[in-house]
């Protein structure tokens, strides 16, 4: 599986626009981006799952360029709530869902008042 | 729909003890994945249940067991338990017909 890379933290204040980006290098054809957060003693939470160009949810945007070796996800207007840790993750999990979720070390968002 | 649900929710045991997790996935989902997550990093995968057979299994050695149920439910079970087990253990319950994995509360183990 495609090893991720993403910053350890972040920090931002309430109402601003959020963007993690996170480097996968050595993604194969068949890899799907996937992205979750985590919140304090909770699961992991699914926010949204991309392969190339542009998704968006009622929850983020995930912008993955023509190259696919890095993506980022934006998180519109964050408030408090958003504290969390969120985890970029690359696997052909669309043909096998659920399977074996390898996460990182994820981006811990702080956001500010 | 309850979701997936873990329990208990909290636990303490001995070293060398013995322990049982449970987990009920959300309804509709027949695959069962356990994870191991240590306090600041990310979840390890433990293995995965399907049609009551373990699928896939990730690097852990094998004290830590598990079971699948007719009705989806599933336990994990870690023998001879070691300090470096203390961790919070997730549950994430899927369905082939979806790609979106969803995680229970976990069971938050400490081993003394």
């Known amino acids: 599986l495609a090893k991720t890379t993403q910053p350890i933290s972040m920090d931002s204040y309430e109402g601003q626009e959020v963007n993690i980006t996170c480097s996968h290098n050595?993604?194969?054809?068949?890899?799907?981006i996937t992205w979750y957060q985590q919140f304090p003693s909770q699961g992991p939470r699914f926010i949204i799952q991309?392969?190339?160009t542009k998704v968006t949810n009622e929850v983020a945007s995930l912008f993955i360029p023509a190259d696919r070796k890095s993506s980022t996800l934006s998180l519109p207007r964050v408030s408090l709530s958003d504290t969390a840790v969120y985890y970029c993750?690359?696997?052909?999990?669309?043909?096998?869902?659920?399977?074996?979720?390898?996460f990182g070390g994820g981006t811990r968002l702080m956001v500010k008042p | 729909d309850a979701g997936v649900t873990q329990s208990p929710t909290h636990l303490i045991k001995t070293r060398g003890q013995q322990v049982t997790l449970r987990c009920s996935p959300k309804?509709?989902?027949?695959?069962v994945s356990w994870y191991q997550q240590a306090l600041g990093q990310g979840p390890q995968f433990i293995f995965q249940?399907?049609?009551?057979?373990?699928?896939q299994r990730g690097n852990f050695p094998d004290r830590f067991s598990g079971h699948q149920f007719p009705n989806y439910s599933s336990e994990l079970n870690v023998n001879a338990l070691l300090l470096g087990d203390s961790a919070l253990y997730l549950c994430?319950?899927?369905?082939?017909?979806?790609?979106?994995?969803?995680f229970g509360q976990g069971t938050r183990l400490t081993v003394v």
């Open positions: 994430a319950s899927s369905s082939g017909s979806n790609t979106e994995a969803f």
């Open positions: 050595n993604i194969a054809t068949n890899d799907y």
């Open positions: 991309g392969y190339k």
């Open positions: 993750l690359v696997g052909d999990y669309r043909n096998n869902a659920g399977n074996m979720l390898t």
């Open positions: 309804s509709g989902h027949d695959t």
């Open positions: 249940y399907y049609e009551e057979e373990e699928r």
